[in-house]
């Protein structure tokens, strides 16, 4: 089993409609969880993070974490066509200093 | 602030060479760790370097190696080069150390080994 694990998609939405991005990890004792966001060609760029149970909201995104049922989420609000990107999730299994374990990423596409 | 910044760009090998990726960090950032991202395998963390010290270490092998220097800027090198080190590799900074840093990422070095 892998340790971060998100469904690789695509992800295919309308624009306007919410986009919904689930991770799940495996190590109990992580704390902290981020996504990122990684056009083609490019490097990733952080979204948001989040480190407690419950909703933290950033803009038209809202990070979501249950630490029991281990997963993390992304909703994307009003989605653009300029969301279209593959959305990278990063945890940081056992609070192991700066080393982040990331899924495999979803790709999501935003269709006019 | 100026970002993350990574050198060279791009970069073409052959196998059997070796290699030198550089890394500056944010200004005031301490920490730098650097990844492999390939299509099959995604990103995985290479290693991370705090203080001149490296902190962490993933699961590669011994010809990936790095340091960091006094200023906090960063060098991997690669030797003896496979074909399958071709990927994009990159380097992240943040300001400290612990599991609640959140890491900005450089536009990356793009390996190319023939």
């Known amino acids: 089993q892998k340790e971060v694990e998100q469904n690789s998609g695509p992800l295919s939405v309308p624009e306007g409609a919410i986009a919904s991005l689930n991770c799940t990890y495996s190590d109990r004792g992580s704390q902290s969880f981020f996504w990122y966001r990684q056009y083609s060609g490019k490097s990733p760029e952080l979204i948001m993070s989040i480190y407690s149970n419950g909703d933290k909201e950033d803009g038209r995104f809202t990070a979501q974490l249950n630490k029991a049922s281990q997963y993390v989420s992304l909703l994307i609000r009003d989605s653009q066509p300029s969301d279209s990107a593959t959305y990278l999730c990063?945890?940081?299994?056992?609070?192991?200093?700066?080393?982040?374990?990331f899924g495999g990423g979803t790709r999501l596409m935003v269709k006019p | 602030k100026a970002g993350v910044t990574q050198t060279p760009r791009y970069l073409i090998k052959t196998r059997g060479q070796q290699v030198t990726l550089s890394c500056s960090p944010i200004?005031?950032?301490?920490?730098v760790s650097w990844y492999q991202q390939t299509p099959g395998q995604g990103l995985q963390f290479l290693f991370e370097y705090f203080s001149e010290t490296q902190r962490n270490k993933g699961n590669f092998p011994g010809r990936f190696s790095g340091r960091q220097f006094s200023n906090s800027r960063s060098e991997m090198n690669v030797s003896t080069l496979e074909l399958g080190d071709s990927a994009l590799y990159l380097c992240a900074s943040s300001l400290g150390q612990g599991a609640w840093e959140t890491q900005y990422f450089g536009p990356g070095t793009r390996l190319l080994v023939l």
């Open positions: 200004s005031g950032h301490r920490s």
């Open positions: 990063a945890v940081n299994i056992n609070n192991a200093g700066n080393m982040l374990t």
